[in-house]
């Protein structure tokens, strides 16, 4: 079946440390999003990829970096520049950029110990 | 910045109803339309996408769109207490990602 794996489901992170959010897709998708969801709120883009090797900022990236070495893989590390990094994490992703919909992974609940 | 606006609700309507989603945008040149269901604690999933003006229909969804009026909505005939979730709209805009709307809560009362 294909889809969109995000791991770990549930992720801690101490004070000063990065952590790294995996999201794997075998839909062969071009284009891969990440998205930040807080509570009673709608989705913020992260960093978004259209093809491997190249990236881009959405709105609100920093504290955050990403890497697309294979069309497959697209992981998020959250570093200890995000002050705040207590969320939802959603992984996207979708065929292009061009008015196609986004398919969703299951995210990643992010909290602070 | 091209903004997404939808009213947060909660919209509570009775088991049987018709219920109404609306969405508004602020980029004119917007030209693809998406509605997605978010259960809570869950991740969006699609139930809807529009790209030319007036209704399309499946099953008991219904979107809506008026470019003219930078308007969007999503109908649900029959609502179902299993339609209670948060209505995610997003709008895309040429070669950019999508924008999402904060959503709308929907409560199904039976």
């Known amino acids: 079946d294909g889809g969109i794996t995000q791991s770990p489901k549930y992720l801690f992170r101490k004070e000063g440390q990065n952590v790294t959010l995996s999201c794997e897709q075998n839909l062969n998708h071009d284009a891969m999003y990440w998205y930040r969801q807080d509570p009673g709120q709608g989705l913020r883009l992260i960093y978004y990829s259209q093809i491997v090797n190249d990236f881009q900022k959405g709105d609100i990236a920093e504290g955050y970096s990403v890497s697309r070495e294979k069309k497959e893989s697209f992981p998020l590390t959250v570093t200890s520049a995000q002050k705040n990094p207590t969320a939802f994490y959603l992984c996207a992703s979708s065929i292009d950029l061009l008015g196609q919909p986004q398919h969703f992974g299951d995210g990643t609940r992010l909290s602070i110990l | 910045q091209k903004e997404v606006e939808q009213n947060s609700g909660p919209l509570s309507v009775p088991e049987g109803a018709i219920a109404s989603l609306n969405c508004t945008y602020s980029d004119r040149g917007s030209q693809s339309f998406f509605w997605y269901r978010q259960y809570s604690g869950k991740s969006p999933e699609l139930i809807m996408f529009?790209?030319?003006?007036g209704d399309k229909e499946d099953g008991r969804f219904t979107a809506q769109l008026n470019k003219a009026s930078q308007y969007v909505s999503l109908l649900i005939r029959d609502s179902q207490p299993s339609d209670s979730a948060t209505y995610l709209c997003a709008v895309r805009s040429g070669n950019t990602p999508l924008v999402f709307g904060k959503g709308t809560r929907l409560s199904v009362i039976a």
């Open positions: 529009i790209y030319s003006n």
